[in-house]
């Protein structure tokens, strides 16, 4: 089971990145994907997950609900993260991960594996 992160990088206030996570080693489409982020001295904050129903909606925390946008493509094992309005607060190392089954609810409290997280910097 491997989950790899990649897209991120240093980018100027107001900005917009699109993080990607690679999935392999096991079914995608039974499980659930999130996005979580950890900032220095901060604990591990979950921004958004998504399950592989094509008619659900994906879960967003409040710090970037109308700012990041979670999507998965089952055709390529692979869930993206797009951040568009990016602030110097975002900066951190964001992991993407599986989750213990195909829902979000709870979704921090479930995570069956981690990727090794791609770092996000963000200038002001």
């Known amino acids: 089971v491997q989950l790899v992160e990649s897209g991120g990088g240093l980018v100027p206030a107001g900005g917009s990145l699109r993080l990607s996570c690679a999935a392999s080693?096991?079914?995608?489409?039974?499980?659930?994907i999130g996005w979580f982020r950890q900032a220095p001295g901060k604990e591990r904050e979950g921004l958004a997950c998504?399950?592989?129903?094509?008619?659900?909606?994906?879960y967003y925390a409040e710090s970037v609900e109308s700012r990041f946008t979670i999507s998965r493509d089952g055709a390529r094992n692979t869930v993206h993260l797009q951040m568009n309005s990016l602030k110097p607060e975002d900066t951190a190392i964001y992991y993407c991960a599986r989750i213990t089954a195909n829902f979000c609810s709870n979704f921090g409290a479930r995570v069956l594996t981690w990727g090794q997280g791609t770092r996000v910097t963000v200038s002001s």
């Open positions: 998504i399950d592989s129903y094509s008619n659900s909606s994906p």
């Open positions: 080693g096991f079914t995608f489409d039974d499980y659930a």
